[in-house]
């Protein structure tokens, strides 16, 4: 064998399985097509520290670009809902390097512009064709995104809505000022079909405009032209400059699938294990039981389906939940939106756990169901919360 354990994909979650495979003294090779770390940039630039602390890691400075106080979700009408917590604005570059780094300490043996063309199983393990030859090895991780063509090689679906994947569209702009303000603005409504638009300031004159949107296709420009035309005027901005523009997609309600098989694992974007902190959280997960998979000879689907059984009990209930609501926000009128933010408006709510959107949005179905006792009790729940 060439290695223990292939990992194709250098993403959070695929690094992460990296690193602690390989701090468990497995012999990993971690494979990414492309040509250096954050080329071309990934539009995921922002988490908060609630849901990064599901790793356990300390976020670090380094590669912090601006430290924010939390979220605005803004209804149609302008109502919304302030969501108060640290979160951070990132240099994603730096970020990947960072824990790029983490895993080439621990022992992995990381290699750029790598392309994997074929993964053929044998009776020793797997058989990886790549760009620049073959390499052999005993157990495969698979994190090369959402539209996981290795994941498709092997006959497998790690993700179970594919059609519920929110595409997107991210642009760094200039204005003046534009990025002075602590607190993100995520805009729900019809303008953005079954998820958001977005404004992230990042400092100075510098900010970032999002689009994500639900089943109208992998194309959103469209839906961004108009939300940057809104955005303008929301600001009273004459002239916005953009930078750059980069585009993904985010499998915010697409659900994990099938996760294992034998010699098999699947993890972060690929498995629909959606935002920065939990696939990084997913990816320490895959890496520790594909450690212990290795230490004890035992490849098997069954053995390895520890690691969907340990993701189950910390994000299963969580994920369907979330699917619940954003299904709920995706039927809601303009009207309803504005209903919800209404009562809602004013709150003192906390991000302690989770994604701030999934908490607000779980209100949805009791607001349509016109049920004030029920909003009410609600709103102390979240509260105490």
Known sequence: MDADIIVIGASPAGVMAARNASAKGCKVILLDKKEAVGVPTHPANTFFKGMFDRTGEEVDQS???KNLKGAYIIAPSGKNVIFEGDAYFL????????YIKQAKDAGADVRFGIEVLNVLKNDDGFIVSTSKGKIKCKLVIVSDGINSRVAALLGMKPIKHTQDIAWSLEAE???EGIGEPDYFEYYVGNHAPGWKSTYSPCGGNRATLGMYVRR????????????LEKFKELKGLDDVKIISKSTGGDPIVAIPGELVADGVMIVGGSAAQSGIGYGMHAGQMC?????D?????????????EYQRRWNAAY???YHLGRFAMETLRKMTDKEIDGMMEVFEGEDLKV????PFNQALQVSKMILKNNPSSILSYRAVFRNK
């Open 173 to 175: 702009i200039e204005a």
């Open 352 to 355: 302690l756990s989770g994604t």
């Open 216 to 227: 109208h296709g992998t194309d959103v420009s469209d839906f961004f032209d108009a939300w």
């Open 91 to 98: 240099d994603r570059k730096k970020f990947d390097e960072f």
């Open 316 to 318: 299963r209930t969580e």
């Open 293 to 305: 998979a290795i230490a004890k000879g035992n490849t098997s689907k069954n053995f390895l389906s």
């Open 63 to 65: 590669y912090v670009v």
């Open 287 to 291: 890496g520790d039981v594909a450690a």
